[in-house]
């Protein structure tokens, strides 16, 4: 038996799998699949449940799934079955828009060690889309009380395993935060950051490049961690790294919103005085 839309869904959530959800919204002329048909598509390209159409239709809307599951953005696609050069391949007569929503695995944030700043990370996270799996043996879910799993038993870090696009924040307070460090990088993930003084800082990554890191891999480490907000409190220190989280997530400048209005509207018109 085919899966249901909605098992399929569950299953790929569960398993924390990227996929994308493609909904007919119009048709014209002789097409197969009717307005409102559904298909899941896998991070493959497959389609896993449901049905969008077949043969042209299909391949367009799985290639168009494979960009929107890249991209993280929403697409309309026009699938045209009237022309055989430009369109579909396959001149049956008919037109189709399809929107496809990619549907991605939320980001996990990894946070060793503990103290306030670790609780209002943890807080602060989870507020913008983050799940949180708190590494630490003192860690209870009345300090962490929107953490998604709390690790006590991992004296040598073994069960760090964060994926690609997750984040870690050490906060051990310099009780084994090189050596933290170390099983972070060994894992691939893109984003570690050290909430450290500068001269301990300097002392984890003076130990990291003796232990044969490349500069490929220190580019990943941010010691000290953070924007520079000139924070003071542990509150505001926190704010500082989940600032820098989001920064590096969405792809941003980290510029002030009105420069970076003002220099729209100033080079247009520096270019045009140029010509």
């Known amino acids: 038996m085919a899966p249901d839309i909605f098992e399929a869904v569950a299953e790929l959530r569960a398993s924390r799998r990227p996929f994308a959800v493609a909904t007919v919204v119009e048709t014209r002329g002789s097409v197969s699949a009717k307005t409102a048909s559904k298909a899941v598509i896998d991070e493959h390209g497959r389609v896993v449940a449901g ?3 077949g043969g042209c239709a299909e391949s367009a809307t799985c290639h168009a799934a494979l960009q929107c599951i890249e991209s993280g953005e929403t697409a309309i696609l026009e699938v045209d079955m009237n022309d055989e050069v ?5 001149p ?12 991605l695995a939320r980001p996990t944030l990894w946070l060793m060690g503990h103290g306030r700043v670790a609780e209002v990370l943890c807080s602060m996270a989870d507020l913008v889309g983050l799940d949180v799996v708190v590494n630490d043996p003192m860690a209870d879910q009345q300090r962490y009380p929107t953490a998604s799993r709390l690790i006590t038993d991992d004296l040598d870090y073994s069960q760090l395993s964060p994926a690609p696009h997750d984040f870690v924040v050490i906060a051990t307070q310099h009780k084994g935060d090189h050596l933290s460090m170390r099983r972070a990088m060994a894992s691939g993930v893109r984003y570690i950051a050290l909430i450290a003084s500068r001269k301990r800082s300097r002392l984890v990554i003076d130990y990291l ?7 490929a891999d220190l580019d990943r480490v941010m010691a000290p961690s953070g924007l520079d907000l000139g924070a003071r409190t542990p509150e505001e220190i926190a704010l500082c790294v989940i600032s820098e989280i989001v920064l590096v997530r969405r792809g941003g400048t980290g510029m ?15 270019k045009a005085a140029e010509g």
């Open 51 to 53: 049905w969008v159409g």
């Open 86 to 90: 430009l369109g579909a391949g396959m």
């Open 92 to 103: 049956c007569g008919g037109h189709m828009r399809v929107y496809v929503e990619p549907v």
């Open 209 to 215: 490049q003796r232990e044969g890191a490349t500069e």
């Open 256 to 270: 002030r919103m009105r420069d970076r209005l003002r220099d729209q509207h100033v080079k247009p018109r520096l």
